[in-house]
């Protein structure tokens, strides 16, 4: 390139490309300062190519120059130096060739981080099953993701503009709803979402969560949304509520059966007590007399489960009546108060009662099996006090039964009144039931339409408070 100008070698020599020109023999006649920047330094003089690349490299351009040189057109390739990757030009000149070497490592480094970001985003939709799409307002021009075609059953050749496939497969019951908040969201740029279904062509309905928003951008009027299949998620939740049903319709045959059974089955317990009393009346002697005290304990548990069971399942199969009256609440628990008095006493609890006069307008029956199973609970964990309390406080009657015992945490203060639960933290506590008494009060409580509270500090005290309606 002897014969180029001044301004020539200014421009060549300003280039951001390394140009190179080689004779037949791959001889450098001329390089600019790019070349010398990339290929020249004190033991690689430029003056042959074969002294600048490596043997594999030099092949293939050495292939390449003599493809230009015979054919007498430009070829170009990629290769790499240095780690370092160029697009290589080759172009036949005044009977020599000329190299010229584009860096494009950045915008190869830039395209593998966008492959690999986009496989990422693909990977995501897929495990998610979430397809994107975006739509361009003005030119009607619209993007859909490869999920977008998996939601809908469909192929990219399907697609057209003049056609709308995702108002074409919503369900008619779901397309109101779909329309009425895409033109909110273009009207007003309110983001929007919602549940819909979709009819593939196979006929099967897809569930899906649609969302959509609109794109800033000053040149373009964009909207842009995502659509997640959750047929899998929908199926699933079907079936657990069927189960569910069914399970509910279980226990409910149960119950009633027990409810309806409920005669039958206390009628031999009664027996069973009248038997003790004929037994301990006999001249029995102080072996048998313990054998017989024995047996009254175990047939008074069996009893008091009996009847906790027979309650649950009466409460539970709505069998339970309740039969509302207007009476003095404090005449109830005045007689509850003597009765455990009597069988505190044998405990060595004293039992201290604090009523006044409260009418209430509610079914005296179950709010006595209420109150037992309270004072019960309260005898089996007490150390030697007990508290009953009933007064009336404007609208409403309270009644409190307080004992001195072990206690309850705050965790399973939330826990007590559940079927079966018994706490843990009291030693040898299956011995004193099966932890029903506590969940036939809950359920009373609801039936009558009363309320009940608890405040307790482990091993100082536990307080039961039982409000309910006072009639004026």
């Given at each position: 390139m002897n014969t180029i100008n001044n301004l020539e070698r200014f421009m060549l020599d300003i280039s951001t490309n390394a140009i190179l020109e080689v004779d037949y023999q791959g001889n450098i006649t001329f390089f600019n300062k790019k070349a010398a920047y990339i290929f020249h330094d004190e033991q690689t003089p430029l003056s042959n190519i074969s002294e600048i690349f490596d043997f594999q490299t030099l092949s293939v351009i050495k292939e390449h120059i003599y493809n230009t040189f015979h054919q007498n057109y430009a070829h170009n390739f990629n290769i790499e130096i240095h780690n370092r990757f160029y697009n290589l030009f080759i172009h036949p000149y005044q009977g020599n060739v000329v190299l010229c070497l584009e860096d494009i490592s950045e915008r190869k480094h830039l395209s593998h981080h966008l492959h690999e970001l986009r496989q990422r985003l693909e990977f995501a939709e897929r495990t998610a099953k979430i397809g994107y799409w975006e739509l361009d307002l003005d030119s009607k021009q619209f993007f859909w993701s490869s999920e977008m075609y998996k939601i809908f059953g469909i192929t990219s050749q399907e697609i057209h503009q003049k056609k709308n496939l995702i108002r074409e497969q919503i369900l008619s019951e779901d397309l109101p709803m779909y329309k009425s908040k895409l033109d909110r969201l273009i009207k007003n740029g309110t983001p929007v979402e919602g549940m819909l279904r979709i009819r593939?062509?196979?006929?099967?309905?897809?569930?899906?969560?649609?969302?959509?928003?609109?794109?800033?951008?000053?040149?373009?009027?964009?909207?842009?949304?995502?659509?997640?299949?959750?047929?899998?998620?929908?199926?699933?939740?079907?079936?657990?509520?069927?189960?569910?049903?069914?399970?509910?319709?279980?226990?409910?045959?149960?119950s009633y059966f027990l409810a309806q059974a409920s005669h039958d089955l206390r009628h031999p317990m009664q027996a069973l007590q009248m038997f003790i009393e004929l037994l301990k009346e006999e001249n029995n002697t102080p072996s048998q007399k313990n054998i017989i005290d024995k047996i009254e304990d175990s047939a008074i548990g069996l009893k008091s489960l009996l009847d906790n069971l027979l309650d649950i399942s009466r409460l539970d199969s709505n069998s339970m009546i309740v039969e509302t009256s207007i009476f003095d609440a404090s005449k109830l628990i005045c007689r509850l108060c003597q009765e455990y008095k009597a069988i505190a006493e044998t405990k060595g609890i004293k039992v201290r009662c604090n009523l006044h006069r409260s009418v209430v307008e509610t079914d005296s029956m179950l709010l006595e099996r209420l109150l037992r199973n309270l004072l019960s609970n309260a005898l089996k964990?007490?150390?030697?006090?007990?508290?009953?309390?009933c007064y009336p406080q404007k609208e409403i009657t309270i009644?409190?039964?307080?004992?001195n015992g072990v206690g309850i945490n705050k965790e399973e203060s939330k826990l007590i009144f559940d079927e079966f639960y018994q706490s843990k933290s009291i030693k040898d506590n299956r011995n004193f039931g099966a932890g029903l008494g506590l969940s036939i009060v809950k359920k009373i409580t609801k039936l009558i339409g009363a309320e009940v509270k608890i405040r307790s500090v482990e091993k100082k005290y536990t307080a039961f408070s039982v409000i309910i309606k006072s009639n004026k």
């Open positions: 593939r062509k196979n006929g099967y309905i897809a569930y899906c969560l649609f969302k959509a928003g609109r794109i800033s951008d000053e040149k373009k009027q964009r909207i842009a949304g995502t659509f997640q299949d959750i047929s899998s998620l929908i199926e699933i939740q079907n079936s657990l509520e069927e189960a569910k049903q069914q399970a509910e319709a279980s226990n409910k045959a149960k964990y007490s150390k030697d006090k007990i508290l009953i309390s009644i409190n039964i307080i004992d």
